[in-house]
């Protein structure tokens, strides 16, 4: 075991990309909440029409596919819904349950023969392999997207899929792009390609990897909204400030988190739970060789999630609840730490982790609303998401993206779920197989 550190955090660093400048600590955000006063004005039928009339004009086509990577397809349907974008999400396959990367299962909005006749002002096509490639052999989906570009509306793509779907249907000719790393030299066959985490170039917008997944999102909202509402939506997602060479967490009284096998990892979801935040953790500690179970606390496997995103859990808690964990690890969401809160059997398992000096952890309101609450906070140093920083009775290190306090782990929103899942990644499998991750996420 190592040397207790009782005061002063130790800060772990992890070089990942090059030529970037040294990551710094992200003051607090708050929630933008809208002022209600007793007094409100009438508005006019005619005005409330028209402001309705204009969020509905904002439609998104978001495909997927057996394959798909899932980060890249939940972060743009999950943020620009936060902006007011009517997403619909559309399978290619003949079934609206799709099973994308790392054994993540997703249900569809509406097949794409659906989708047809409706006139999209955005698609967005995610990437990953197979999924990416699917995309390009559906020709469906290649009808659409020729016609969107036709009548000079927006399409994206990333990862994979700039090189191996819009590059071969001949729609980034002329057009600086960017792709995944390994693809490249692909699609500088069909493009200008350029090494940027995200570019655009007239209606067209790309980026690299589940890593820029967000960024990608966010220009999205931009192009459709404006930098103002894209500023708006991505304070509440505590993005990382800037791409550095080197991403931190602070870590205090460094323990061992050793396993004799693979670690074995429950990740709790129910109605409400933050989709983005549920699905990095699950498919990075996937990707770094961990068996993560998925339990619903729904009395389905199907749950909503915070924006509407329907996932598919692995079990239920009932039967999730008949082993034991190497970590117990909870995603944030309001209505999903609510919950997680009010759930005798999770604290119950919580509680006995704790007591077996076993890892746990928890991110953005899980934190406060579920460990403070039922005192599984005490005696540690914890973060949160920043609105609720203030429920936690010890706040001295709440302002770190991510905190490891011994075998307890936490962290603050969406845009720190990625840091927060390769943190524990590093304690279960070392700091040069984390660093050979966080390369592959293009983090």
Known sequence: MAALVPRTPQIRSFSTLPKTRKFSRVASFSIMASATTKKTRKFSRVASFSVMASAATKKVLVPIANGTEPIEAIAPIDILRRAGAEVTVASIENQLQIEVMYGIKMVADALISDCT??????????????????????????????????????????????????????????????????????????????????????????????????????????????????????????????????????????????????????????????????????????????????????????????????LVADVLLDEAAKQSYDLIVLPGGLGGAEAFAKSAKLIDMLKKQRESSKPYGAMCASPALVLEHHGLLKGKKATAFPALCNKLSDPSEAENRVVVDGNLVTSRGPGTTMEFALAIADKFIGRKETLELAKALVF
């Open 117 to 310: 006749n409706t006139e999209f002002d955005l698609i967005a096509l995610p990437g990953g392999l197979p999924g990416a490639a699917n995309l390009g052999n559906c020709k469906i989906l290649e009808s659409i997207v020729k016609k969107q570009a036709e009548n000079g509306k927006f399409y994206a793509a990333i990862c994979a899929a700039p090189a191996v779907a819009l590059g071969s249907w001949g729609l980034l000719k002329g057009l600086k792009a960017t792709c995944y790393p390994s693809f490249m030299e692909e699609l500088s066959s069909h493009a200008i390609a350029i090494e940027s985490r995200v570019q655009k170039d007239a209606k067209v917008v790309t980026s690299r990897g589940p890593g820029t997944s967000i960024e990608f999102a966010v220009a999205l909202v931009e192009e459709l909204y404006g930098k103002e509402k894209a500023n708006e939506v991505s304070v509440p997602l505590v993005m990382r400030p800037n791409h550095s060479e080197e991403f931190v967490f602070a870590e205090l009284n460094s323990v061992n988190w050793t396993v004799t096998s693979k670690p074995l990892i429950l990740v709790p979801i129910a109605n409400g739970s933050e989709e983005m935040e549920a699905t990095i953790i699950i498919d990075v500690l996937r990707r770094a060789n961990a068996q993560v179970v998925v339990a619903s606390l729904e009395d389905t496997l199907e749950i909503v999630a915070s924006r509407k995103v329907k």
